[in-house]
């Protein structure tokens, strides 16, 4: 099998050169391109083509969901795993259904990822294996919950829930403001919440509040 031709996306410079050196540590990877952002990763898969795409779901600019569909539209070929601090299934659903082939937590050893970039690239879905289950209710439940937000929808929960005002999430969805304030009455209906401080609550009782 080919050597898979990686590019890597995430917004500290220290994590990419580690992960760089652990990637080709053993010869069979090789790393054609790095980014820190979403636009820059864009920029760098198109020049790079790159066989695997691993992407940080967290970005200065955006998150995994921002990147995803664009990549999936204008480069098919690449094959993308999300690699990020949220070792959720909720995150990983999402991933999944916005087009990722794989989600991998940063919490586990370098091994683990060499395996999924190979895994991936030999065109293999990867879940670990203490979220599958999950993955695969939620992608069947046909939208209850939190598995009935829009990913727009969803992404604003989690910022919400993560301390931004919504004036920062409609900023960091690239909406305005307005559109913003629609997505969360609709998310807030369909969670049955009331108030910010009840996304707030939600969003950390389901373990979706992290970084903004």
Do not use: W
Not at 31 to 54: F, H, I, M, Q
Not at 176 to 205: C, N, P, Q, W
């Amino acid at each position: 099998m080919s050597v898979p031709r990686v590019v890597l996306v995430d917004d500290h410079e220290m994590v990419r050169e580690a992960l760089c050196t652990a990637l080709v540590s053993e010869g069979d990877i090789e790393v054609v391109g790095e980014a820190a952002t979403c636009v820059a990763a864009l920029a760098v898969v198109a020049s790079a083509r790159p066989d695997v795409l691993v992407l940080d779901y967290n970005l200065s600019d955006g998150s995994a969901m921002t990147v995803i569909p664009e990549i999936r539209a204008k480069h098919p070929s690449v094959r993308i795993l999300v690699l990020t601090v949220h070792d959720n299934a909720h995150y990983a659903t999402r991933c999944i259904q916005a087009g990722a082939h794989g989600f991998l937590a940063k919490s586990g050893p370098v091994r683990d990822l060499r395996a999924a970039v190979h895994r991936v690239h030999a065109g293999e879905m990867v879940i670990p294996a203490h979220l599958t289950a999950e993955v695969v209710g939620s992608m069947r439940s046909g939208g209850i919950g939190i598995d009935a937000l829009s990913p727009r929808e969803f992404e604003l929960l989690r910022l919400l829930g993560s301390g931004a005002t919504l004036k920062e999430a409609a900023e960091r969805q690239n909406i305005s403001t307005s559109t913003a304030s629609t997505y969360r009455a609709r998310l807030m209906e369909k969670l049955s919440l009331r108030t910010t401080g009840d996304i707030i609550r939600f969003a950390i009782e389901n373990d979706l509040a992290g970084r903004p």
